[in-house]
């Protein structure tokens, strides 16, 4: 722990009672498509992006323990299903915020301050409009003030839209609000019951981010008190009404603020739930964070919590912490935090890598079997400030969560950054970003890996799903400040991605596209059933050290993984020990997947004991160990070394 930094509280349980408040207005509006368009207006605004707290900058001294440094060789990039071009720069403001989603028939997207519509072939079908059109004749904050910050999510269990964005109707001061319009049917084109919501009277609800869950809509927001310089006011955590919201009813919100908590706690996600198959009845919604450990806690982490909203009694809500996850050594500090920072070609001006959060979406799914999340934020890869992107995928096998699987994005020598990742109904995961260098202007790009695949690492080439032609100039440097990855509820197959880029040179002409692609044909079969075997590899090794009176014991855990990843109880793993100590050691896996070896009496002077697999035995299951690997980056997979206590 750095002595300069004060000391982050890790949540150890329930916050305090919740805010409840209905929304300060609602209505059904006319069908948007007979709504007069508002064009889009030139705003000529720079949104000044509002750094988290304790974002101290600290290089890791381990590197990064889940480096993937080369591409794949041998396979091929996915090829582009559709690719069309989205919104530009229609109202003159940096960032773009681009956002969309996909739905059964249309494809929306919004950005700072706009809103179009297309056909699932590109063929734009509404806009570009001003999104205040989505609000006229509504009146209140939401109809005077188009803001941005925009955020679009298909509601697939409903079959509804969901578009929000934030209302600072006397920025810097308050009331701040969440303007929130869903759709009265599945067409983005007809109706939408439309909803103001007061966040705060003094707190910048800034950072909107949504996720749709079965028992709510909810929302994180960065929260800071903002006359003058704006000031971290804590991490804001909200749920909506969503059931009284699909049938256009008065509907209340349940609001918990984590300063007092957690005063370093912020850039939380909700997770947003993807695929036809909605999570266990009653299951909580989890919010997560990335923890550097040098913003003060313990060690590089994910932070998760759950968001339990009790609508028959709003008051009793619980937000309470869940688990804070090891992950392999991240470096989130690029370039001090500075908001410029990446490179691009011919120019001087550098763009912002924003790596002090996880970015947009906290995917979630349930395959039945097991729950899924995958997430991910941009970090150094190489301790020189060149920007990768760390991706996670969480499992739960109905006894807790844990990292399953992990690593660092970062091929060659360009930045990769402001990524998206999302996992289709085949267990396939696709990873969406913006690249740049001195040699490549800013591009839109995306990769990803099969179901099956060598866990850790990205395996298929780079779709180009928009080559960039120039630059920002612009000193700012406000890029992004999000993409958004989606799954095609048509096939549960295809990924539809939306990023910004550069096609000509100069203070902001951004633009976006939107690319629609898979990674193989998925069939109509998911990913194979995990409980069916035909290999066992390690999926973990952790170690433990505990001191005697002249004496001390190393202790060594062993997670076995079937080829599918799940944990493959009733196994025997045999092994050796070395390095100062001697002899052999076994043990037989539970029914998560895991069993411990000790060698006690070690020496005071033996400083490590080394730990090292050799076999695991699983009926006739073949033991794989090229499949060997640690999610958490402290060993090969195959051997670890305990350390004296």
């Known amino acids: 722990m750095l002595s300069a930094v004060p000391t982050a509280q890790q949540g150890s349980g329930q916050t305090g009672r919740p805010a409840v408040r209905g929304a300060a207005r609602h209505d059904t509006s006319r069908p948007l498509r007979s709504l007069p368009q508002f064009p889009p207006r030139a705003a000529g605004a720079v949104l000044q992006r509002k750094l988290l707290p304790n974002r101290i900058g600290s290089r890791s001294a381990a590197g990064d323990g889940a480096l ?96 929000s964005q934030f209302a600072l109707p006397n920025y810097p001061k308050g009331p701040f609000y969440q303007c929130i319009a869903i759709s009265q049917t599945g067409d983005p084109t007809g109706a939408y019951h439309r909803y103001e919501f007061l966040i705060s009277e003094n707190k910048l609800n800034d950072y909107p981010k949504f996720g749709v869950w079965p028992d709510g809509y909810y929302l994180a927001v960065n929260q800071f008190t903002c006359p003058g310089f704006c000031s971290w006011a804590g991490q804001g955590v909200v749920a909506f009404e969503r059931d009284r919201m699909l049938a256009g009813q008065a509907a209340r919100m349940v609001l918990f603020d984590l300063h007092e908590e957690d005063p370093y706690l912020g850039g939380m996600l909700p997770s947003d739930l993807d695929g036809p198959t909605p999570p266990p009845t009653g299951a909580p919604n989890r919010f997560c964070a990335i923890d550097d450990h040098a913003w003060g806690y313990s060690g590089d982490q994910l932070q998760c919590w759950n968001f339990a909203v009790n609508w028959s009694n709003a008051t009793l809500s619980s937000f309470t912490f869940d688990s804070a996850y090891p992950t392999a050594a991240f470096d989130s500090d690029l370039c001090l935090y500075a908001r410029n920072c990446i490179p691009q070609p011919e120019t001087a001006a550098s763009v912002d890598a924003l790596s002090d959060r996880l970015m947009y979406r906290l995917q979630y799914r349930n395959f039945g079997t097991h729950e899924t999340l995958v997430a991910n934020h941009t970090v150094d890869a190489t301790g020189l400030d060149r920007a990768g992107i760390r991706w996670y995928e969480l499992r739960n096998y109905g006894s807790g969560w844990g990292i399953h699987q992990q690593g660092t994005y970062a091929p060659d020598g360009n930045h990769r950054w402001m990524g998206s990742i999302a996992m289709n109904g085949a267990g396939d995961i696709a990873l969406g970003f913006s690249l740049s260098s001195a040699g490549v202007y800013p591009s839109v790009r995306a990769t990803g890996r099969l179901a099956g695949d060598a866990p850790g690492i990205m395996t298929t080439g780079e779709l180009a799903i928009a080559a960039g032609q120039g630059h920002q100039t612009h000193s700012s440097g406000r890029w992004g400040d999000y993409s958004t990855m989606s799954v095609d509820p048509v096939d549960d197959c295809t990924f539809w991605y939306t990023q910004e880029y550069y096609g000509t040179k100069g203070e902001a002409p951004w633009q976006t596209r939107i690319g629609a692609f898979r990674l193989r044909d998925c069939g109509s079969a998911g990913p194979p059933p995990p409980g069916e075997p035909d290999s066992t590899h390690v999926g973990d090794l952790d170690r433990a050290s505990s001191s005697q009176r002249n004496v001390w014991t190393a202790v060594v855990t062993i997670t076995v993984h079937d080829a599918h990843h799940a944990p493959v109880g009733g196994a025997t793993v045999t092994g050796a020990w070395s390095q100062g100590a001697s002899g052999n050691g076994s043990c037989v896996t539970s029914d998560a997947g895991s069993c411990t070896v000790t060698k006690a009496g070690l020496r005071k002077n033996l400083k490590s004991a080394t730990f090292s697999v050799t076999g695991v035995a699983s009926g006739s299951v073949a033991y794989g160990s090229a499949a060997n690997h640690d999610p958490d980056g402290d060993s090969s997979g195959t051997t670890i070394t305990a350390l004296k206590p």
């Open 68 to 163: 993937q440094a080369e591409g794949p060789a041998l396979v091929a990039a996915p090829a582009a299903a559709v690719n069309f071009e989205g919104l530009g720069n229609v109202n003159l403001v940096l960032p773009p915020d681009p956002t969309g989603d996909i739905g059964p028939n249309h494809y929306v997207q919004m950005v700072n301050l706009s809103l179009a519509i297309w056909d699932r072939a590109g063929q734009q079908i509404y806009g570009p409009a001003d999104s205040s059109t989505l609000w006229q004749g509504f009146g209140g904050a939401c109809a005077a003030s188009n803001d941005g910050d925009p955020i679009v999510l298909y509601d697939q269990l409903a079959d509804r839209w969901l578009l």
